[in-house]
């Protein structure tokens, strides 16, 4: 998980008073994202969180805009475990968004091997949640909609059997939904392989590791009522819309590794291809 580290004071909209300021410690990461503060625990199960960008950095706003698309299509039940924007405001020289998200724990996975049995329920529990959100946000029978855009582990919060999901801000529509899948199964092998640039070949080649790729992507097809065709599309998606995002946010190593994914996205589709057992033996 990426570590926090305080930066200054700033200003910050209470939640709970129309036009009330609070004081709160503002803790920027080491990769110069966006910032998180938890300004309040509410009893139960939500939480008041805000985050901070300066306010050149568009974002934020878009984050506010995404969220408030997203609970007006979302039936209750899957809306209730995305972010809710609460406000989003210029305060000195930061934009600060304030959101409601329900408290939950990152999952901590072993490094070095496959996942444990709970580890492994709570992925499967992560690739429902998706397959459901995909579906329910109007994707289409093609697999074509609406993608959280940076699906990993530090971005989920799991609290017993429920789950929710925060960090909007590269969430889009219109794009081949398979892409948070690869997001969510690249980072899975990342955290178990560890961040080099063989991570694609020692995913899908890996036997372990095949067998545990297939089957969460056949569970997240059947879920979301997809051809196994349309996932491994989202295969040349993924590289091309991570590298993107890896060079606006600056990002040189995730810009290098996804460069070189993406040049030999082919190779990396045909294995997952070969994974998934149709075709390409």
Known sequence: MTALVPSEIL???????????????RC???TKQAARLFIIDLEGE???VAKVHDKQNSL???ESQVLKELHAILPRDVARTVEEPVRFAEVGPV?????????GAVLRIAAHRLPSAKV???VELAVDWLATFHKKS???PEGIGWIHGDFTISNLLFHGNRLSVVDWEFAANYKNQAIDLFSFI???GGNIFGYFPQLPEKLLLSSPMQEFVRRLAVRYAERRGISLECVIAGARQHANYSLLLAERAGLQENARFYAGYAARVGEVEARFRNAVNIGGR
């Open 120 to 122: 492994t329920k709570k």
């Open 138 to 140: 109007g994707g289409t």
């Open 28 to 30: 920027s990461t080491r």
């Open 186 to 188: 690249f980072d899975l």
């Open 60 to 62: 934020l706003g878009k």
């Open 11 to 25: 200003a910050v909209l209470d939640p709970r008073v129309e036009g009330k300021v609070r004081i709160a410690l």
């Open 46 to 48: 939500v939480a008041f």
């Open 95 to 103: 934009a600060v968004l304030l959101k409601k998200a329900m408290k």
